[in-house]
């Protein structure tokens, strides 16, 4: 098992603290019934991530009760037993190291459109901002294993969107860090809704490429702060 290094110990807390608050921002945004979906963010610099305790409600989070995991899944500090969704978010940190935070929701629209196992086309500009084209679809993967982090990684390895919605099951969305993930699971259930809406009253009308390829560069390199 590993150790937490005393030197990591600080920001381990301060990333603790993070995480519980990240929590409340799921159901806030009604991205998240009962336990479900969890949220996690990667210990920088160490072999570690932090992670919900399973079956836990989120009016029951806390600093304290978050998991401290090691990349492998293994449980390396706190008194809970880790999310079920732990080896996928282990799995994805491991093979990308460029991720610093993973969420996992079942919000309605976007779970909708992994039920029928189709992309969101990007038809809005707010997708080639954050997506950079479609959100794709990931294969249908059950939990208990690393599966579902696999397909995650395999699917995103093609694509620039930061979510994938996976076959039948619900959306993960991944981040430079954890905000940054919660991010996009708002933005994809806001897009799963809006374009949902749109085909109702006819034909979609995708975005060309060149225009999501500019989209995409402004929002990523010069819009904000």
């Known amino acids: 098992m590993s150790v937490i290094p005393a030197a990591a110990k600080a920001q381990i807390e301060q990333l603790r603290a993070e995480v519980a608050q990240l929590h409340g921002e799921l159901p806030r945004w009604g991205l998240v019934v009962w336990t479900a979906g969890n949220v996690s963010a990667r210990v920088p610099g160490q072999e570690l991530m932090i992670i919900k305790p399973s079956g836990v409600p989120y009016d029951e989070l806390t600093p304290d009760n978050m998991v401290v995991t090691n990349l492998q899944g293994e449980v390396v500090d706190g008194t809970g037993k880790a999310s079920s969704d732990t080896a996928s978010h282990a799995y994805v940190y491991r093979h990308r190291p460029d991720v610093g935070g993973v969420v996992h929701t079942h919000s309605t629209y976007a779970t909708a459109w992994a039920a029928r196992r189709e992309p969101i086309p990007c038809v809005l500009t707010m997708m080639g901002d954050e997506f950079g084209g479609p959100i794709p679809v990931g294969p249908l993967a059950l939990i208990g294993d690393d599966s579902i982090g696999r397909g995650i990684v395999a699917t995103l390895a093609h694509s620039r969107s930061p979510a994938v919605l996976m076959a039948n099951h619900g959306v993960f969305t991944i981040g430079a860090n954890a905000k940054a993930a919660v991010k996009a699971a708002v933005l994809t259930e806001e897009v799963a809704r809006t374009v949902h809406i749109a ?12 225009d999501i390829d500019r989209l995409y560069d402004r929002y990523q390199n010069v819009y904000g702060q």
């Open 199 to 210: 085909r109702q009253l006819g034909e979609l009308t995708p975005l060309d490429s060149a």
